[in-house]
């Protein structure tokens, strides 16, 4: 090819060759430009205070409420949706960033260490961004480990900051936590004892009422019909509690709510239909109004009996489950790795410093050589050319 065009490759040639002899005219002035990069950035890095980065790292949370309150409702029948509505969810990694990268963390590290005065800041907005830059919260991907990492020129500052992370993040959870288990065991102690109340009413008016009318035992469709109702009241009592449950603590959704709903009226006619009859189709109950005057008030009292001792048992698995969940809310931090102070700084990375500074000095002054020798050639080569760019440049200088 380069004996096809000679003329082509000798440009080349001479092409390369110019820019060779521009940056040897020009030597000194690149040599001088790198030499003073070098010589700032070497004392840049040797002045620059030295900083250390620090490390604490807590494990993600266990999620233990959720398996818990699958295991319920996998197998407590109706309970299970109440069950599932109380215990509800831990909340998961991106929570926790989210508590330590608040204003409320921040203000507990401020106040602690005094920032305001250590970075030297007039505004509370600028310590709010150093603490924020010279702060690292990363979650891993594969095992969910929360990694909190703090720099600061002093090593023993820089662990401590960071362990004053891990407790405010143990703090707040802890008190929300306690506060929602808390709340929720209140709620259904008092559920508890109004159903007490209801249950020994309805034991003492049944005995009262056979004792009167010496009247202890009905039929066996009756029987049926009694516990069939009981056992439906007893589901439209757990979903109406389950729906009070959400409205109570403010985690009520939509499409949850339309569909407890749907659930609540769908059982009251089927309770309906126990307790009036279907005349289209053959039941397996006696409607309530067919049985006689008696037998019906007695049915009625025994159905209340019913509904009411499945509704303690109710509420009282799910007040011993919600005593176990605020228990268990007590330690809800777990640190897998607390800060120590680091013996090895992590900036100035001074090598890096040096190096990047005289790759970009370097570039600098070659665009400086072949730019002075552009003007040089227009000053030999267009004299005109030259002093009206000359006089454009004036009002600069």
């Known amino acids: ?10 440009e080349d040639e001479i092409n390369l060759l110019d820019l060779v002899l521009v940056l040897l005219k020009r030597k000194k002035l690149i040599i001088g430009i790198v030499l003073v990069a070098i010589a700032i950035s070497v004392t840049y890095s040797l002045l620059a205070p030295l900083k250390f980065t620090a490390t604490a790292r807590i494990l993600p949370p266990e999620g233990s409420g959720s398996s818990l309150s699958g295991l319920v409702g996998r197998s407590a029948g ?3 949706g109440l069950a599932a509505g109380i215990l509800g969810q831990k909340s998961g990694p991106e929570l926790y960033n989210g508590i330590l990268e608040s204003r409320t963390v921040a203000d507990r590290l401020i106040k602690k260490f005094n920032l305001k005065d250590l970075y030297e800041a007039k505004y509370i907005e600028d310590v709010y961004k ?3 830059n010279r702060t690292k919260i990363e ?3 594969k095992s969910g480990i929360i990694s909190i990492s ?5 090593p023993k500052r820089a662990a401590e900051m960071a362990n004053a992370y891990v407790d405010a993040l143990d703090q707040i959870n802890r008190k929300v936590h306690i506060s929602s288990g808390h709340r929720k065991r209140v709620f259904l102690e008092g559920r508890l004892k109004k159903v007490k109340e209801d249950l020994a009413r309805a034991e003492s008016n049944l005995r009262a009422f056979e004792e009167k009318y010496k009247l202890v035992s009905i039929s066996d469709q ?7 109702a009981a056992k439906i009241k ?11 449950v959400l409205k109570q603590f403010g985690t009520e959704k939509q499409n949850e709510a339309v569909m407890l709903k749907s659930k609540i009226a769908e059982l009251q006619k089927q309770l309906r239909r126990i307790e009036e009859g279907n005349p289209s189709k053959d039941d397996l109950f006696i409607p309530f109004k067919e049985m006689p005057a008696l037998g019906l008030q007695l049915a009625r009292l025994m159905r209340e009996a019913k509904i009411q001792e499945e509704v303690f048992k109710l509420i009282t698995t799910q007040y011993e489950l919600a005593k176990i969940e605020e228990a268990k809310d007590v330690n809800t931090i777990q640190v897998l790795d607390w800060a120590v102070p680091p013996d090895k700084k992590s900036s100035p990375k001074r090598t890096l410093i040096v190096i990047l500074s005289t790759l970009v000095a370097f570039f600098i002054a070659v665009f400086l050589a072949f730019f002075l020798e552009y003007i040089d050639r227009i000053k030999t080569d267009d004299p005109d050319r030259y002093q009206q760019l000359a006089n454009n440049l004036k009002p600069w200088k």
């Open 139 to 141: 979650i891993s991907r």
């Open 234 to 244: 007893g589901e439209i009592i757990a979903a109406q509690t389950e729906l009070e």
């Open 78 to 80: 109706p309970l299970g």
């Open 150 to 154: 703090v720099e600061d020129e002093d």
């Open 222 to 228: 009756a029987k049926a019909a009694i516990e069939g």
């Open 1 to 10: 090819m380069n004996a096809e065009h000679p003329t082509e490759y000798i």
């Open 130 to 132: 150093k603490l924020s």
